[in-house]
């Protein structure tokens, strides 16, 4: 299939980021007869260090070395429940079927929205291909023709459906209701085409998470052991996070792995 578009790593787009209320913060110290200030102007860090002051309401008398000395301290002494006010929403694009299988198993912290293949025409051809696979010309013959073959069973399966389904009878039958329109019968023949497509299947998901999830995240799936695409994911989040917030993210460390990849490390790992 000539127009199949073969797609090798993913891209993330950073939606929203928190805005922080300098005035309902100061709000705050005055009713409460402190003053205080942080040398960080990024509100998820600032946000952070007021919500771990208050657990012990440490405002006057603050240790030096400011928002990064602060978090840092948080890190090594593990209080990491604190960094679960910080917040961010990406949309992630070019990721397979498989990578998006296992990136919703983190839970906790974690909002997902993703691209629904019974209402999307999938006959735009979009697949990501293993590094290990496109960098082998035979073994990449190989996948292109099976991931070929299967996208023209989609388009042909989707087309005979719709097809058949214009029959009240196979309507009937199909359970949909006698004045179902077209795009009903759209949506009921993609989503059985749909069962032939790959794991390969290029997809789309909007994620919101946290700090503390989303360092959980970098450590589980940038790991030298986690699967190749999810860890070209982690580094690109990480690359966005760290210039986002340095002071939560600065001390992750990538190794260059021989597959072309980077482990990512940390030695405040499970905060």
Known sequence: MSDLRVIADPTVYLLSKQVLQQGELDRFLADHGVTWSSDSTVASEVVTETAGRVCYMSY???????????????????????????????????????????????RAGWAYSQLSQRYVDESV????????????????????????????????????????LADPAAAAAAMLP?????????????????SVLPNATETKITVTANARALRHFLEQRGSVHA????????????EVLVKDAPNLFGDYQRTPLPDGTFEITTEYPKV
Do not use: C
């Open 227 to 238: 699967e190749p695409e999810i860890r070209k994911l982690a580094n690109a989040l990480l």
């Open 60 to 106: 006057a008398k603050p240790r030096p070395g400011g928002n990064a000395a602060y978090l840092g301290h948080i890190k090594e002494v593990g209080h990491g429940s604190v960094f679960e006010h910080a917040v961010w929403t990406f949309l992630l694009t070019g990721l397979s079927r498989s990578l998006t299988h296992e990136l919703v198993r983190h």
């Open 178 to 194: 006698p004045d179902a329109d077209r795009t009903t019968r759209r949506k009921t023949a993609r989503q059985a085409a749909r």
């Open 125 to 164: 051809a979009e697949y990501v291909e293993p590094d290990i696979i496109a960098r082998d010309p035979e073994m990449h013959a190989v996948w292109h023709e099976a991931v070929s073959h299967a996208h023209a069973a989609y388009v042909k399966l989707a087309e005979l459906l719709n097809a058949k």
